[in-house]
């Protein structure tokens, strides 16, 4: 079972680590934190959809029938984007708020079982351990450094004498990717937008990004918790012998 500083280690004596010190802590309850906050991050994008629609009709109207209505149609058009504005401020401060929260637990959480898939096998890790957070941030890198790390995770985190299919992964990590693309390109096209036109088509962007990164935090979830369990199972079987 996980202790705090418990270690397997081969028949022959303790197993050299090749990424530093490594021993073994239960990410059960991290791994459960990190799935709860996903599940906001899912909400928080279901209201941030909600507000791209609303921006995207409003738009849609004023392009389309700004300059033609009478003053009171004209006048409740301009209120319905105020709203639209106000819906989209607070989606766009609600998804940064919650994206920082689920980030740093994320982050504990994944370096949590690196240092445990270290410990299952010490020469499965083709990345320093130190890449397991920088990887996420580093321009490029993090388009591939992070799946890499947690395909190598997962395959340690395996049941002796198996890999666990990898197909879960992949699909989370295609979305993420691009999830993180469009909201970039939505954004972009937001900020540098001055018609209502273009304004429209800058939200549809978003729009899709918003969807892609719905989908991503789901599959997050089933990753993190299938993960855990794995990890928390492999610990309950015992000391393996590791070759390497």
């Known amino acids: 079972m ?16 090749p990424h530093g010190p490594a021993w073994l802590r239960s990410p059960v309850g991290l791994g459960k934190a990190v799935a709860v906050l996903l599940g906001v991050v899912v909400a928080v994008d279901l209201f941030a959809v ?20 009478d003053y009171d149609a004209y006048v409740a058009l301009q209120r319905d984007a105020d709203h ?23 982050l504990i959480w994944f370096l949590r079982v690196r240092v445990n898939a270290e410990v299952f096998n010490p020469f499965g890790h083709s990345k320093k351990r130190a890449w397991a957070g ?4 580093v321009p490029v890198v993090n388009l591939w450094f992070p799946r890499r790390i947690m395909l ?80 928390h199972e492999k610990a309950s079987r015992g000391p393996a012998p590791v070759s390497a």
């Open 2 to 17: 996980f202790s705090n500083h418990s270690q397997f280690s081969a028949p022959t004596g303790p197993v050299v680590q």
């Open 50 to 69: 909600y507000a791209d629609l609303t921006m995207y009709d409003v738009t849609g109207a004023l392009a389309n029938d700004g300059a033609d209505v």
């Open 84 to 106: 639209a504005d106000s819906l989209y401020a607070a989606a766009g401060y609600l998804q940064s708020a919650s994206l920082v929260a689920t980030t740093v637990v994320y």
């Open 134 to 137: 920088w990887g996420w941030f």
């Open 152 to 231: 190598d995770i997962w395959d340690a985190s395996s049941p002796a004498g198996t890999r666990a299919p990898q197909g879960l992964v992949n699909t989370w990590w295609t979305l993420w990717i691009l999830g993180l693309l469009t909201n970039r390109a939505g954004y972009t096209a937001y900020r540098n937008a001055d018609t209502a036109d273009e304004i429209q088509n800058a939200v549809g962007q978003v729009l899709v990004s918003d969807v892609a990164d719905i989908a991503a935090a789901v599959l997050a979830i089933l990753v993190v918790l299938r993960l855990t369990r794995m990890q």
